[in-house]
């Protein structure tokens, strides 16, 4: 959400930004606001000036009466009542006011930075650098779900008797392998000097509408049903949500912090909830990271989350690279954005496994996070990254080390994971060689 100052003294800068976003429909809302705007400040500007009046008229009672005055204040009780009266309306539409500029403030999208390539969705998102150089190999890399079944590592059939299209079981080594990833995911980021944390899974309705857009909510969120709670789509949520109505301490930032959490999701409108696949899936497990910062530190965050990312995918020696997202792929709420995508070997090309984003003061000025300063307390800035998602992450690592024979290296760090496997073997091979 941004400053109601931006509308109110520089309107055409807001225009100009919807339109970058290419979401002319929400045009109208700034002069909606602006108009409303004018008439909450009229409502209270009157308001103030008959409380005012009000409190001056009813000292004055008290006086008259001691004078025995008694008609004469009457008269000024008679007055009092009336301010009252109008007071108690002006009250009402006030609020009324409030609600309609909130209403449409909170769809109206955040100031993008000027550094984000204008384009209108995803298709037009733009690559930065690459890291690690993408092999291609002679023989063809099988499908992730066929190698893992080839290591007797997942069951897509129960899951679907179980929960439907979307859910998956893994086991034995596969599913050990998962752990593996994330547990390293999580000291990777405890040596990187972030804190780690454990949070809720289950957030109120209040928090979910501070950190995401309506559109997100309604399209990735599960509601408890009878209950003011939703399940988490990332730990994100509960991260910046446990600052909800607080005001930190500058000399306390930055605040980095890394959590881990399952995750689940809807995923409407998306594609790719299929029957073979884990690519999109409705529950995952993820390791976050989430930094909340001065306002004039959050670009130099952003690059560091991003980087880190980065660090820790070519630790496992899997190529990535960077894409820029562009405008109109940019959630209301962010200012910038990138995602880290993974290289694929058997699709030959990158895949996202991460997205990376500076959120500016949207998140904190809808949910109360201020820094206490010394001329006067406000908003922080916050920005959160992924570290690693899987089973995403887990298709990445298994084409990039699945070999010609079917057997899957696991990389060094992995292995104290692993209890000290250096290979995995498909089943079959391992029942014929006994």
Known sequence: MIDIKLIRENPELVKENIKKKFQDEKLVLVDEVAKFDQAFREAKTRADALRGERNKLSKEIGGLMGKGLKEEAEKVKAKVQEYG??????????????????N??????NIIDPTVPIGRDDTENVEIQKFGDPVVPEWEVPYHVDIMESLDGIDLDSARNTSGNGFYFLSGDVARLHSSILSYARDFMINEGFTYFLPPFMIHGEVVKGV???????????????????LIGTSEHSMIGRFINRTVKKEALPYELTSYSPCFRKEVGAHGIEERGTYRVHQFEKQEMVIICEPEDSPKYYDKLWQTSVKFFRSLDIPVRQLECCSGDLADLKVKSCDVEAWSPRQKKYFEVGSCSNLGDAQARRL?????????????HTLNNTVVATPRALIAYLENNVQADGTVKIAEPLRPYMGGQEVLVPVKEKKNAL
């Open 85 to 102: 009266a109008e007071l108690e309306a002006l009250e009402a539409k006030e609020a009324e006011l409030e609600e309609e500029i909130k």
């Open 104 to 109: 449409r403030m909170m769809v109206i999208p």
């Open 368 to 380: 109360g996070i201020r820094i206490k300063g010394e001329n006067g307390n406000y908003f922080a």
């Open 212 to 230: 995401m857009s309506f559109k997100e909510m309604e399209n990735m969120m599960y509601k408890i049903e009878g209950e003011d709670l939703y």
